[in-house]
């Protein structure tokens, strides 16, 4: 099974070698690996094509998510999202053959880029089956080189941030309510973000102290509780909970409840 993965990493010196040099370790099957600057100048998206079983993606995942470059992971397969590969091939074309190429060229809606008395030089965008469709066409005349960008992806709409409105599972279960100024804050947060979190941690029967941690905003997931255990479907709730990454270079998780308060910080 073909899967996209879409990672958030820090723009830093060779975190393209360190996540390829991971996959490439440990031998999973990677078809493409396309990596390019975010709207934000700290992060770049690295797009990853997997083959391979849900065993394989989810080994994928959990391997990526070690790094600590790695802010996020997602994978869009199963998504409504947008995807695009880009390629540059060159084919040869007598004089005879350079209008039917052309022709074909048009089908595709692709562009004619350099003529020479030999050759054409041809750019081509779109998912994968386009590609590779086109290429089959170009075989019979002959290629001479080719380049391929690898896929890039993005997901359709507002679906790429988990709201804290989705909680609600559609209403078949309650969500841990939250503060006000922790709603609004995870309506804005997006991985790479300072965040400053604040519990009340309760240190005797009537003692308590507030506990500070602040980091970097990894991703914000929701754990439903008690659908593992004997419990009764009623007595399940959503909790959100926060991943970062903590000022000592530690990863770390906060569940999120009405004692604690989440803030972005400047």
Partial sequence: ?????????????????QVSGMLATRGFNIDSLAVGETEDPELSRMTFVVRGDDGVLEQVRKQLDKLISVVQVDDFSEQDYVERDLMLIKVRATPQQ?????LLVEMFRARTVDVSSTNLMVEISGVE??????????????????????????VRGDQTR???????????????PLVPQTVAALAKVKPGDRIRITQIVRI?????????????????????TGL???????????VPTVHFL?????????????????EILP
Avoid: C
């Fill in 162 to 176: 988990l709201r804290v409105l989705d909680f609600a599972l559609n209403g078949e279960v309650e969500a841990r």
């Fill in 228 to 238: 593992a255990t004997q419990r009764v479907p009623e007595d399940d709730i959503i």
């Fill in 98 to 102: 350079r209008m039917e190429i052309v």
């Fill in 129 to 154: 089956s386009k590609i590779e469709a086109f290429i089959d066409l170009m075989r019979p005349y002959g290629i001479k080189e080719m380049a391929r960008s690898g896929a890039v992806a993005l």
């Fill in 204 to 224: 005797s029967k009537d003692s308590y102290w507030p506990a500070v941690v602040t980091g970097t905003f990894r991703s914000l997931q929701s754990l439903v």
């Fill in 1 to 17: 099974m073909r899967h996209v993965l879409s990672a958030l990493v820090h723009n830093t010196p060779g975190v393209l070698a």
């Fill in 246 to 262: 903590k000022d000592n270079g530690e990863l770390s998780s906060v569940a999120l409840d009405e004692q604690t308060r989440l």
